[in-house]
Every structure is written in structure tokens, then in C-alpha cells.
């Protein structure tokens, strides 16, 4: 069982019922109703307002403008809510999350995006069936609000609920923003929130895309996250261990931001598979605005995959952009060990020299950090 989040506009029809005027806007097509409103991402980002991911008293014109905006950093789920004017000064901050002992309460009176900066104004209350008549008296907060929240929380599984801000005007209670998680086994037990409620993530990188449609294809292991578009350091690893070490030790040496990109081909793809996934790497390297840029090969010493079938694979790839490369100044370095070692270091060592990209290149016999830290002391 795992926490899942909800969408804030699923939670606030939960929590509020019919009188919450929220609509939600998915997909491409969806269009903005007539109104005043606050407009937001509604996929579970922290600090959207920091991050400008909130547009604050726009009409549907304007709206429909910042969430095309937002639609091309690659959200696809919004929020509109109407305005509620206020002033700072009544901004709460409310969570609950569901602990051994009971529900777990905290409350602050000033709420709002610093909420983090102030821990020390922070109530901490662990509220149970007997004693929710003492959590009011210790936050202020309307009994009948609290009450339905406590069992609106219970009802549908909810494992953590944020509101902030809160805005409290006599016995009336308004949710200003919401972040839910929800115990994905409850699923099976509710109607209230279903699959389609679940938050959905921000769209992967294309690269992204299509090395993961390669991998459904083939029992070998290839994956890649983009982790800095504009990096300087590129990496085909070979092995998650491996991977791991080399990595570790960019971090370690100040150069963790240089970092491109990260994943693994592994478990003896074939050289077609080397090749397809290798050309996704070495695109997201041509691609990116970094003055200096290296691509490493580099893996611990493998069980079972064939070094020179998979060099073989890089090598077609780089075949295909070797132009590019040397006008952009790129170096490859390698590190590699395994079956067939020596023939694929000498067949790579060959090629990156005749295509003037050779930074430098070791076998197992070198210490498996030994490329990185040639490739770091290039790019800096």
C-alpha cells in the first residue's frame, strides 16, 4: 500500500461537496468558462506560486493564456477556482496526517507560502474520537469545520491532508489551497475518487518516451532520465552498481550539476538496442547550451554482456553524429570491462581516434572513476 495524491480539485469536491466552484481543466481542447478566477496546475507541485504556477484574478482570457503557457512546460492538469479576496493577515495553515496513535494536527495562525520559515508557531496535536473538543480549544478552529474534516479524512482514506491557506471567517471555513495523499488501497473500498483522480506526473522528455518504448521490446535493461538539459557531462553507463560509483564521484568532485543525464543499458542488449538507445543519449548531448560537453562510456566489468557487440552499438551512433561532435568540441571517454574487453577497447579506441573525439580510454585493470574524473577536468 502506498500514498498516492489526489488532485486538489478531486479533494476540495470531497472535502466541500456541492458548494465548492472549482472546475477543472485536462487535456488540450479543454476550454475556460466565463469568470474571474485563480488559476493553477492542479498535478501536486509544492510552491506553485514560487514557481509560477498560479495566476492570480485573471479572466478566462488570461486564464486560458497561462495554462497554454504551463501546457508547454508539460502540465496537463488545472484548476480554476474563483477569487476569494483576503488579506495575509487570515491566512491559516491546517494538516492531518493519519500516525499510529491517531490523526496527527498541526495548526499555525499564519499560514501562507513562508509557513516553512516560522516552525516554531507550529501546534502539534495527536487528535483522537475523544478528544477533538480539545484540539478546537487549542486551535481556535470552527467545531462543526473540524468534526466534518476528521471524518471526511477517515471516510476516504486519506493518509495526509494540507490546507494552506486556511482562511477562517466566524464558523465558516475556506480551503484556499489543498494537497491530499490518499492510501492508494482504499481504491477497492470507495467511490469518492477513483484512478482518473490520481495526480498525473509531468510529461517525460521525448528521449524519455522513447527509450522506454524500446525497452518494452527487448528483455535487456535501458532506461534514461534527463536530469539538466543544458548539462556538460553525458553518460552511456553500463550496470546500476557501476553506475551508482560514477556518479557518486561527479557528485563528489562539485560536478553534480554538470550532470545531463542519467540510466543504464544492460543485460546483454543486442547491438541494434546499443545503438537506438545510445543515439538518444548523444542527441540530449548535441542538444544541450553547455560551452564544453563530454560524453562518458563507462560501466564496472560485466557478467555476461558482450563489450565489443555493445561498442559496436555506441559506434554506429556515433557514426551518425561524428560531424556534429567535433564541430562542438565533444571528447568521449571510456571506461569498460568484460566479455570481449580488449577486442572492443581496441575496436573503440580505433574509431574515436580516427574521428578526432578521443578524450581517453582504460579497461578494467583502471579504477572504474578513472574517465569521469578525465572527462570533468575537459568540461571545467
Known amino acids: 500500500m502506498s500514498r498516492v495524491k489526489l488532485t486538489e480539485y478531486r479533494a476540495k469536491k470531497i472535502m466541500l461537496g456541492d458548494s465548492y466552484a472549482g472546475v477543472s481543466v485536462r487535456g488540450t481542447d479543454a476550454s475556460v468558462p466565463e469568470g474571474q478566477w485563480v488559476a493553477k496546475v492542479d498535478q501536486g507541485v509544492k510552491k506553485r506560486m514560487k514557481q509560477g504556477l498560479v495566476a492570480i484574478n485573471v479572466d478566462a482570457t488570461k486564464a486560458d493564456v497561462a495554462i497554454n503557457e504551463w501546457r508547454t512546460k508539460g502540465f496537463s492538469q488545472f484548476i480554476l477556482e474563483p477569487l476569494f479576496p483576503h488579506e495575509a493577515s487570515e491566512e491559516q495553515y491546517l494538516s492531518l496526517e493519519r500516525v499510529r496513535d491517531g490523526i496527527r494536527l498541526l495548526h499555525a495562525k499564519d499560514g501562507g507560502i513562508d509557513i516553512e520559515s516560522h516552525p516554531e508557531a507550529v501546534t502539534n496535536i495527536v487528535v483522537t474520537n475523544a478528544d477533538v473538543g480539545a484540539a478546537v480549544k487549542t486551535t481556535g478552529l470552527p467545531e462543526k469545520f473540524l468534526n466534518d474534516l476528521l471524518a471526511r479524512f477517515d471516510e476516504n482514506f486519506f493518509a495526509f491532508l494540507e490546507i494552506n491557506p486556511l482562511i477562517i471567517r466566524g464558523e465558516t471555513a475556506t480551503l484556499l489551497d489543498a494537497a491530499v495523499l490518499v492510501d492508494s488501497a482504499g481504491a477497492f473500498f470507495t467511490r469518492a475518487w477513483g484512478e482518473e483522480d490520481l495526480v498525473q506526473a509531468k ?53 553534480g550539476a554538470m550532470i545531463g543525464n542519467y540510466g543504464e543499458y544492460s543485460g546483454g542488449p543486442t547491438r541494434e538496442e546499443v545503438h537506438l538507445y545510445a543515439r538518444e543519449v548523444i542527441a540530449l548531448l548535441l542538444a544541450s547550451n553547455a560551452k564544453k560537453k563530454a560524453l562518458v562510456i563507462a560501466g564496472g566489468v560485466a557478467n555476461f554482456t558482450d563489450i565489443k557487440k555493445t561498442f559496436a552499438g555506441i559506434i554506429d551512433a556515433l557514426t551518425e553524429s561524428a560531424e556534429e561532435l567535433r564541430k562542438q568540441g565533444v571528447k568521449v571517454f571510456v571506461r569498460r570491462g568484460g566479455p570481449n574487453e580488449k577486442a572492443g577497447l581496441e575496436l573503440m579506441q580505433e574509431f574515436l581516434t580516427k574521428e578526432q573525439l578521443l578524450g581517453s580510454i582504460y579497461g578494467s585493470d583502471t579504477v572504474i572513476t578513472k574517465a569521469v574524473e578525465d572527462a570533468i577536468r575537459f568540461v571545467k
Open 203 to 255: 510529461a517525460q522528455h521525448a528521449a524519455e518516451e522513447r527509450v522506454e518504448t524500446l525497452a518494452a521490446t527487448t528483455p535487456a535493461q535501458l532506461a534514461l532520465k534527463v536530469l539538466n538539459k543544458d548539462g556538460a557531462l553525458f553518460f552511456l553507463f553500463s550496470g546500476g552498481g557501476g553506475s551508482i560509483v560514477i556518479a557518486d564521484e561527479v557528485q563528489a568532485q562539485g560536478a
